[in-house]
């Protein structure tokens, strides 16, 4: 995909200036091909620069940014610009040598280069990269707290980079298509190891991975029919046995709620750890109700009528509460004083 086209510069070949276009690429194998077939075009061209006849005139073509030293009938030192183009101009006829450097690639040395009179002189060098990239796709788990080892070698963080997802390991160093043991690992979540050939070079080596979580189940005892929540969601009743499971937690802390009629609610806090399948918590509730025994003498005859009311009690159905026989109470404790039998 085509992303841009810079203007490389003009060069005058007798009396017509020619405009050289350098066309930029986001792949790198086809930028670096198409960048080889433009300077192998410029080469050419600049081959038919006019030179004065008592100077000579050297082109490097090489990578962006990198620095050329020149030594020789005179010693002279420029960096390559963004086209990776290095010049040096008027120079004295005869041997030269040079050397083209550049961080994170080979140097490359070129001895006895003869400078003519009176026409240019013109050199390709292609550096080698000292190192490669690895990059790890693991989408939402890229984090920082991903440690990474090459053949049980840890990589420093210093040469780790986390964007967009991926992992970037840059200045890797192995040794072409051998196969690599890599071993990513991450805070709460299983160590994965992947064995795969690395290519050394400018390529990036890209894998896809996604660590599997570490979870555990966490098993409620108590009364049945109890109400759970975690963490605000309800996560439903305890059994006839008593029991709830609520598996594939994640390790933390939980805020544990449990509700049942008649007794107090329930609220703790529930720490699942990666060390352990399950964790066991029982939940012992406290009682709201209390019983409370009364005696009254009754005939087997006789027919009690109570003309008034305890004022918690309710009977739409008559305008007086009747008891017959024996007869018992149930009265929530904190109601206790203020219900009276005559």
Known sequence: MLVNSRLF????????????????????????????????????????????????FLDIYTSPNAKVKLVGK??????????????????RVGKYSFRVE?????????????????????????????????????GSQAANDVEISINDNPISSANVEVRDGKIFVKKLTVADNVVSRIKIRKLNHEDL??????????????ISIELKPLTSNLILTGAPGTRIYLNGEDKGVLTNKGELIISSL???????????????DHESIVTITPDS?????????ESLVETAEFTYSFSDEMEQIYPRRPNNWENR??????????????????NIGRNRFS
């Open 9 to 56: 510069g003009l060069r005058r070949v007798g009396g017509l200036y020619i405009v050289l276009i350098l066309i930029c690429h986001y792949d790198k194998g086809l930028a670096q091909s198409r960048q080889k077939s433009v300077i192998d075009a410029v080469t050419a061209l600049v081959s038919e620069k006019i030179v004065p006849a008592s100077e000579g």
């Open 74 to 91: 005179e010693s002279r030192e420029t960096y390559a610009d963004r086209t990776g183009k290095a010049t040096f101009e008027k120079l």
């Open 102 to 138: 550049l961080d994170d690639y080979q140097s490359e040395e070129k001895s006895n280069v003869q400078i003519q009179p009176g026409r240019p002189t013109s050199f390709k060098v292609d550096l080698k990269p000292l190192y490669s990239t690895l990059v790890l796709g693991m």
């Open 193 to 206: 190891m992947v064995e795969r050939p690395l290519k050394n070079g400018e390529c990036d080596n890209f």
């Open 250 to 264: 994640l390790p933390g802390e939980y805020r544990l709620q449990a509700q049942l009629i008649g007794f107090t």
């Open 277 to 285: 399948n399950e964790t066991k918590r029982e939940i012992n509730l």
């Open 317 to 334: 159905s008559a305008e007086y509460l009747k008891m017959v026989g024996k007869g018992e109470a149930i009265v929530s404790r904190g």
